[in-house]
């Protein structure tokens, strides 16, 4: 029997909800873990003492549920698998988005009060339109994301040390489902290539009926190639055109929200400080996993400083901030977290090894004249923890700290010890290095 790790973070969110008149919705791309959260959700239910003849669980991607094919077999299929039930019921549909015409089914269940109900999509875009005109202010979409670097580590239960966990995560990425496989890239990237070309295929060209495939292949090898930097529509147009390939703004502007519609890629705007506000169509683009960017282009040292961005993004997101990218001046500040009237700004970088760097990372946020904290990380061990209200940290401290904890939870892993002078940080980049050429 599949053995379920439990992710207690979001069945606490999935739990304030639960015997409310509203509709729980877990949204997140393709393998990153919903399915198990509804089994875990199932188990915890019946533990409480719901009968297990009261939960129906529903999961459309297996055969055993073909049948229902549309609202109407839904109906029906549900109204028979109650029959006899009394007491609260729960209806856990996965991937819900397979039926057609779902969100009728959902309405009507809903407005009968038959069950509280709990589903899973794997398409944003298709969620929010549909919810907003049938389900407005009665559902609460709950993002479910990729590991973060601490759950990572509870998946793997036993390891050599923290440094070296960090490696693997960088190169296999986040998803769940790598860690029931063999630590080995052909095997790794195999599962990885066989999730990006379902979710490009079955969620994006046979979803919109695109007939130019190779277009966007090329953006998708584009945004990979491009980790972290400031991209537009009209930027990427313009960069194949200058290959001699000719693809319209709009139709780049589409194939972007198909992406990020998919759970692929996410846009970050960027947000100017100094005016407090949004700026338009120039955005940064951050993969969901970015083992999956390493399956279809390969793992490349060089690309560390983009590579230790997106954890960090993608830490801060699952911490529940709502993130942008900063500018102020001319200058760039990676990150600006906002969360229940607070703020974080953050730079990211790999080390801090010249005085130009220093600068660079620090001398923007000494631009910002609000108090909100301020913090650079990078896998530098010994460096002055405070530079003008400025805060250092090194980067595994604050993936391994949680939030409102004075200590480091990596204080309870092995092998972790604090080296002086950046000593482990290159060599966390050579050993990275020797596995991206085979070594």
Not at 33 to 58: A, C, D, H, R, T
Not at 89 to 97: H, N
Not at 157 to 184: A, D
Not at 271 to 278: D, L, Y
Request: charged share 25%.
């Amino acid at each position: 029997m599949e053995e379920l790790i439990s992710r207690e973070q979001y069945l606490d969110r999935i739990g304030k909800f639960l015997d409310q008149p509203i509709v729980k919705i877990l949204v997140g791309m393709r393998r990153v873990g919903k399915s198990v959260l509804l089994k875990l959700l199932k188990q915890k239910l019946i533990s409480k003492g719901v009968p297990q003849q009261n939960i129906l669980y529903i999961n459309k991607e297996s055969l055993e549920f073909d049948s229902i094919q549309t609202y109407a077999d839904l109906n029906r299929y549900v109204k028979a698998a109650f029959p006899q039930s009394v007491g609260p019921k729960y209806l856990l549909i996965d991937e819900v988005q397979e039926i057609k015409g779902w969100e009728k089914g959902i309405v009507s269940f809903l407005s009968e009060g038959y069950a509280d109900l709990i589903l899973t999509g794997s398409n944003a875009y298709l969620f929010s339109s549909e919810l907003a005109t049938y389900l407005s202010g009665r559902y609460v979409e709950i993002p479910v994301y990729p590991l973060t670097f601490s759950e990572f580590l509870s998946f793997r239960k036993t390891y050599e040390s923290v440094e070296r966990e960090f490696q693997s995560f960088l190169r296999y990425g986040s998803l769940p489902g790598i860690h029931h496989l063999r630590w080995e890239d052909e095997v790794v990237f195999g599962y990885l290539n066989s999730l990006l070309y379902t979710v490009f295929y079955k969620d994006i060209v046979a979803r919109h009926n695109l007939r130019e495939v190779s277009v966007l292949e090329k953006i998708v090898r584009f945004l990979f190639d491009n980790i972290g930097n400031i991209t537009s529509a009209k930027g990427i147009s313009d960069t194949f055109k200058s290959q001699q390939i000719k693809v319209p703004v709009d139709t780049v502007v589409n194939y972007l929200q198909y992406l990020e519609a998919s759970f692929l890629i996410d846009r970050v705007k960027r947000f100017r400080i100094e005016g407090k506000r949004h700026l338009e169509y120039r955005d940064k683009c951050f993969l969901n996993d970015i083992g999956i960017r390493h399956g279809l282009i390969g793992y490349r040292d060089r690309d560390i400083n983009g590579l230790l961005e997106n954890v960090v993004y993608k830490e801060l997101q699952s911490r529940g901030y709502q993130v942008s990218v900063g500018q102020i001046d001319q200058q760039e500040v990676d990150f600006v977290a906002e969360r229940t009237g607070t703020r974080l700004y953050v730079q990211v970088t790999y080390l801090l090894g010249s005085p130009q760097v220093v600068e660079r990372e620090y001398g923007a946020l000494r631009k910002i004249p609000d108090n909100y904290e301020k913090i650079v990380l990078s896998m530098d061990r010994i460096y002055p923890e405070d530079q003008d209200g400025i805060r250092h940290q090194n980067l595994l401290d604050f993936l391994l700290r949680k939030e409102g904890s004075s200590s480091s939870l990596a204080e309870g892993f092995p092998s972790y010890a604090p080296y002086a002078g950046g000593y482990l940080s290159r060599a966390i980049g050579r050993r990275i290095a020797r596995r991206g050429t085979g070594a």
